[in-house]
């Protein structure tokens, strides 16, 4: 598939998988997605199995994510993981600003932006994430409500920080509801996203962000969705805790 950006696929693992679980997913994935080159593909375990997901993943074309950080680099901050912290694990990216934790660890826009400061200060690319309820989208909110988390959570990047990380676009509606967003509702979100960009930063830094789009994605829709001119790829929860699954998807997007 011929793209303006390179794809970016990442598993977004959530709270599963023991490490001998997980070591065994990532070995699988090692083995069936040696030959690709072009994507980029990211795992991002829990937090107990970055340790040795990390040493199965050096030297593969597999790089690692984390789910969540701290915006503090240390200190008394108990439960907390600081951005130092998982790069002794040689992760690359960290996932901010999921639904869930907006939801059930009252994380906000600004909570967020003071997270993607601290996770760029640190060399780790944020990957952002934003998205609608259902009952905002029925309201006819998606725009407003995606726009104001958008100018949020990016609060004090700079255009070179913003090249740096990734925006993920996941409708709460469609997150492990099987009911994925049409590839023309996920483009039309992905394009208002990219054009806020253009009035927050400028056309060029816009067009060179990439935008992944998260919900239900599974191997037998990613083609379609990936196919979507402003969709540069895809975070992926449920799909992603298999090998095939997940190396289906990378496969079918290429
Ligand atoms: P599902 O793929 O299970 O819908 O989850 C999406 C998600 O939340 C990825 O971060």
Redesign the pocket.
Known sequence: MDKERKLII?G?W?MNKTVAEAIDLVTGLKRDLVAVKEVDIVVCPPFTALSEVSKVVLDSNIRLGAQNMSEHQSGAFTGEIGAGMLKEFSVRYV?LG???RRQFNGETDAMVAAKAIAALAASLKPII?VGELLAEREAGRTEAVVGTQLEGSLKGLTKSQLEESII?Y?PVW?????K?ATPQQAQEVHAFIRNRLVAMYDEGTARRVRIQY?????ASNARELMSQADVDGA??????LEVRGFSDIVKNSI
């Open positions: 990442a977004n959530k996932i999921h639904s869930e994430c993920a996941e469609a997150i492990g509801t099987g994925v998260g919900g239900s994605v599974k975070l992926v929860g449920g799909a992603s």
